[in-house]
């Protein structure tokens, strides 16, 4: 992987964000669409391939996680993204990002 500057890292600006409603999105297998409180005037809209790993996507509301918020939008199936959950996952499932502690929702990560 090609190596990046402190200058390129400052570019991408990454939130705590509380996932507010989750559903899944009609006609797909891998989408989830996430509703999430960044303490912006309206709750963003952030869909993301993480479905196989929630039988029930109510488990997510009330989670605090990690999302990168600049973004440039994206069309899915025709509905936008504005933002990307941060997770991985591997066989031991899927790991989302989330703080060690309750936050402000919208505090920007340093």
């Known amino acids: 992987m090609e190596k990046i500057t402190i200058e390129d890292f400052k570019k991408i600006e990454m939130k705590i964000g509380e996932i507010l409603e989750a559903s899944k999105m009609e006609g797909s297998e891998k989408l ?8 912006e005037e309206v709750p963003r809209q952030i869909l993301s391939g993480i479905s196989q ?8 509301v ?9 973004l440039a939008p994206r069309e899915m199936m025709g ?12 066989d031991f499932g899927l790991a989302l990002l989330s703080p060690s502690i309750k936050v ?7």
């Open 32 to 39: 989830l669409i996430l509703k999430v409180d960044f303490n």
């Open 62 to 70: 009330g989670r605090q996680v990690v999302f990168v918020t600049n």
């Open 104 to 110: 402000p929702n919208g505090v920007v990560l340093k």
């Open 79 to 90: 509905k936008t993204s504005d933002g990307m959950i941060l997770a991985t996952s591997g």
């Open 53 to 60: 790993y929630f039988e029930n996507p109510d488990d997510l």
